[in-house]
């Protein structure tokens, strides 16, 4: 795929990669086989027919592609852009195994992109909804795609979320610079041309309860409400000023809009040398963004090597081309302050890998006296997510696990509260958007079920036929 030189994009917010043209993405289309019996739909946690939408961009039909594609995909914009496809349905790929996969992602991307620039979806009209009322709880990917497939088969959906846009971490977390969001407001505006309502500013655990929300008339409930709260690794120092985790550095940035340094003067502290601590895909987002912020140095630092880093390899290799400096081998011990508490250093020490864990990863190990001090001025831990008890603890008799995530049944989502289904991050911990997506989408097929007094384990089709045919 074609990308904005290193140079020029390590200073501005603007999308990095540019996308296939219609010749490019034709001329990709044609290395498909069509296979009879296609592995990369079992690679797609949404079952988008990729064969057929594939074979439409082959022959031009780039309208059938769109809709082919929309079938089973909310938000393929966004899918097309930000999906680890190479360990889905690219990973599967039979082309894959001799040479590259066919470029699934990025034909998702062109088919959603042209579907937007030609196609004019305000003209759609969708049957309004007419069936019995479900809440989702939270807008992001999960709450997106389960509130979509709702409203397709005749739902009357409302989603609550607690912010004050939408799109969950499409907006808060993921960059401008890989996921415009401009492609996040067209995605959502679909989702509502279904007839999904949205009221934003609603923080369900305080304002209203699920009791509540039961209460008050919807039948169903779907939490989706993702894995805000950061992890932190506890050494001393990290009240600083100048110490962001990667989700509040990310969140000022991306919602109180500092990627557009010329019009909004955002609260975040712009930093001359930074070092991230982590090495996943949220790490390289915040080292990434840190540059762009203006910071003349950026360092990635991680107890462990290359190979062992979690990012995309994609996002490491962008990453490394803009400039962004990688401290492998090390761990941060503590970080220094200056007599105004402002971050002015990070002890580290050196590290090696020992044994092999239960997971098969070797363990890093420290150097016994191998410490030594990196300069920085802003530290930004980028460790994980973890659940945020917000709404878990004021739903009472709620099944979590120990680390409290909602225990939720993996086909279908349902919770040990009748009527209450969960999924994506808040169920499974931090992962990915179509990971959420899948699980929105599963639940929203047992919900229908469960509204209709059907059994939950029934093996169907995830074929979502329209509400009066089934009785809703
Ligand atoms: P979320 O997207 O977290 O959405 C949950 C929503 O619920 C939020 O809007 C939140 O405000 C709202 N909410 C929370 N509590 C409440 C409440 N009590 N009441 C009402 N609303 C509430 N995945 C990829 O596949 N590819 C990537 O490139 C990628 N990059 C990432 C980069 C970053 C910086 C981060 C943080 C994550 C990234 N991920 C990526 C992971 C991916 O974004 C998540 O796995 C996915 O968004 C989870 O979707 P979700 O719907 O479960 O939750
Ligand atoms: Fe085409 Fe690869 Fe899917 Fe086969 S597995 S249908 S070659 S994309």
């Known amino acids: 795929m074609p990308a904005r030189e290193p140079k020029q994009r390590s ?63 909310s938000l393929p914009a966004v899918c097309g852009r930000v999906c680890p496809q190479e360990n889905q349905c690219e990973g599967l790929c039979i082309i894959g195994k001799k040479h590259e996969p066919v470029a699934i992602g990025a034909l998702e991307r062109f088919v959603a992109d042209w579907e937007a620039a030609h196609i004019d979806g305000s003209s759609v009209v969708h049957p309004k909804p007419f069936g019995k009322k479900v809440a989702v709880i939270g807008c992001g990917p999960g709450g997106l795609t389960c509130a979509g497939d709702l409203a397709k088969m005749g739902y009357r959906v409302t989603i609550f979320e607690a912010f004050h846009d939408t799109g969950g971490v499409l907006r808060y977390g993921i960059p401008e610079f890989r996921l415009p969001k401009e492609i996040v407001d067209r995605e959502v505006n679909y989702v509502k041309s279904l007839g999904v309502e949205i009221e934003l500013n609603m923080v369900i655990g305080k304002i209203h309860t699920i009791a509540e929300l039961m209460e008050s008339g919807f039948e169903a409930v779907f939490i989706a409400v993702g894995a805000g709260a950061p992890v932190f690794m506890g050494i001393p120092g990290e009240n600083l000023i100048g110490v962001y985790s990667a989700n509040e550095f990310l969140t000022r940035v991306n919602l109180m809009k500092a990627y557009c340094m010329e019009e909004y003067d955002t609260p975040v502290i712009t930093a001359r040398k930074v070092a991230v601590i982590g090495a996943g895909n949220v790490a390289m987002d915040a080292a990434r963004v840190a540059l762009r912020l203006g910071a003349d140095e950026v360092t990635i630092v991680y107890r462990r090597t290359e190979a062992e880093m979690p990012a995309r390899l994609e996002e490491i290799h962008h990453a490394k081309e803009e400039g962004i400096q990688f401290q492998l081998l090390t761990n941060p011990k503590q970080i220094l302050g200056d007599d105004k508490n402002r971050v002015c250093g990070m002890e580290c020490i050196r590290m090696e890998l020992g044994d092999r864990d239960e997971g098969g990863r070797r363990r890093p190990v420290p150097i016994e006296d191998s410490e030594f001090k990196i300069d920085c001025d802003m530290v930004i831990p980028a460790l994980g997510n973890k659940a945020n008890p917000l709404l878990t603890r004021n739903t009472p008799g709620l099944e979590l696990n120990k680390w409290g995530n909602i225990i939720a049944d993996e086909k279908t989502g349902a919770t040990n509260i009748p009527g209450v289904f969960a999924g994506g991050d808040i169920v499974i911990g931090a992962a990915t958007v179509i990971e959420a997506m899948g699980a929105g989408k599963r639940a929203a097929f047992a919900i229908d079920r469960y509204l209709r007094g059907a059994s939950l384990d029934a093996e169907e089709e995830l074929s979502g036929l329209p509400a009066e045919k089934q009785g809703a």
């Open 11 to 73: 200073h501005t917010f603007e999308e990095v990669a540019l996308g296939f043209g219609v010749d490019q993405a034709i001329e990709e289309a044609n290395r498909c086989l069509s296979c009879k019996k296609p592995k990369c739909v079992d690679g797609c946690p949404v079952m988008v027919d990729i064969p057929n939408f594939i074979e439409a961009v082959r022959n031009g039909n780039l309208s059938d592609a769109a809709h082919i594609l929309k079938e089973k995909n």
